[in-house]
Each structure stands twice: as structure tokens, then as C-alpha cells.
T-cell receptor, first 109, second 113 residues
């Protein structure tokens, strides 16, 4: 089956910038999404890239390179509340999402 | 927040018993999904629906069935629960077939003893 690769955990300090990478498989690829999940909560949508390039939404940006089967989520001006799990998800034709295993981000003071 | 509720929110059951989880939406979205989340596996799609009475399998559908008789309700049934089905179950909805935004419910924690 298809799988996405992302780091299992990342640690950064408040105010810093962190990048969470994601590689995916190209079969049936439609777009790459990012979701945030705080401990015990529901995942919430952050960003989506269907085309190459950078999408910016406030402190969060997401990048996609289809030629490299690679994307990343960039979080700037980190805050303690950004401590959460972040999932990349590959969208395929038919409306299905395949999720990566998630990256646990810990923001330290 | 999208209007999605799940019931029950927590359930403990015994191996071999049937279990039905309910997802209810007030957004009139066409697409509905059931996922399970387990440590080390992220979110995995069980079944999804693209309209009333229209459903299809996801990547981990064995042991699960679904039904959608109304736009607002999507039911997930474990015909005979097993301990391997202990998990957190999330329902999600999306407006269209595009994959960029799915809205998730609060989840149901199921423990099968």
C-alpha cells in the first residue's frame, strides 16, 4: 500500500522556526494536506498543496515539490500551544486521504 | 467548527459483542469517513461514503461494516468486536470529492476486553 514518511518527533524552542518534512508515493497523487492534532483531540486541517510551491497561512506555510515527491510544513514564531502532532496526508482520486504516522512537535520555553 | 458529533464518546465492550458507532453531521456534506487511530499508525481509513447508500472500503475495512441511510448519519458497525479493534475512532466529513479539507468529529474511544 501507499505510505508517507515523516519524522516521528521534533523538538524546538519558543520563537524558533521548525520544518516538518514529508515524502510520499506518487501513485494516484492528487495533493498533500497537513493536519494538526492536540493530545486527545480531533485532527484539524491546516493547509493543502495541489501544485508546486509555497502556501502561506499566518505563521504556518506548506510547500510541495511534485518532482521530488516531497513536501514540508513550516511553523514560524513557535508558541507553546503549537506543541501537537502534525500529520501529512496524501490525497488520491476518489476523495481518500492516506495519512502519515505523524510528527510529534514539542515546543520548549 | 463543523457540526459533527459522535456517539458514544467512550465505550467498553466484550469480545464477540456487536458495537455500533454513530456519526451525525449538520453540515449537509456529501462525503463522510470513518478512521481509526492507533499509536504508530496514524489515521487509517476504514470506510467512506460519497452519498446516501453509497459507500466504499478503505484500507482497514475487514471486520467493519457501514451504513448511510440519511445524509446526516453514518454508522460504523463492528459485527463481532475483537481486542484488535480497541482504538480511537474518528468520523470526518467533506463537502466535495476534493481532498484538501476534511472536518473531524471529537472521536470515540472503544475498548474491547
Amino acid at each position: 500500500g501507499q505510505s508517507l514518511e515523516q519524522p516521528s518527533e521534533v523538538t524546538a524552542v519558543e520563537g524558533a522556526i521548525v520544518q516538518i518534512n514529508c515524502t510520499y508515493q506518487t501513485s494516484g497523487f492528487y495533493g498533500l494536506s497537513w493536519y494538526q492534532q492536540h493530545d486527545g483531540g480531533a485532527p484539524t486541517f491546516l493547509s493543502y498543496n495541489a501544485l508546486d510551491g509555497l502556501e502561506e497561512t499566518g505563521r504556518f506555510s506548506s510547500f510541495l515539490s511534485r518532482s521530488d515527491s516531497y513536501g514540508y510544513l513550516l511553523l514560524q514564531e513557535l508558541q507553546m500551544k503549537d506543541s501537537a502532532s502534525y500529520f501529512c496526508a496524501q490525497g488520491n482520486q476518489g476523495g481518500k486521504l492516506i495519512f502519515g504516522q505523524g510528527t510529534e512537535l514539542s515546543v520548549k520555553p | 467548527d463543523a457540526g459533527i458529533t459522535q456517539s458514544p464518546r467512550h465505550k467498553v465492550t466484550e469480545t464477540g459483542t456487536p458495537v455500533t458507532l454513530r456519526c451525525h453531521q449538520t453540515e449537509n456534506h456529501r462525503y463522510m469517513y470513518w478512521y481509526r487511530q492507533d499509536p504508530g499508525h496514524g489515521l487509517r481509513l476504514i470506510h467512506y461514503s460519497y452519498g446516501v447508500k453509497d459507500t466504499d472500503k478503505g484500507e482497514v475495512s475487514d471486520g467493519y461494516s457501514v451504513s448511510r441511510s440519511k445524509t446526516e448519519d453514518f454508522l460504523l458497525t463492528l459485527e463481532s468486536a475483537t481486542s484488535s479493534q480497541t482504538s480511537v475512532y474518528f468520523c470526518a466529513i467533506s463537502e466535495g470529492p476534493s481532498q484538501e479539507t476534511q472536518y473531524f468529529g471529537p472521536g470515540t474511544r472503544l475498548l474491547v476486553l
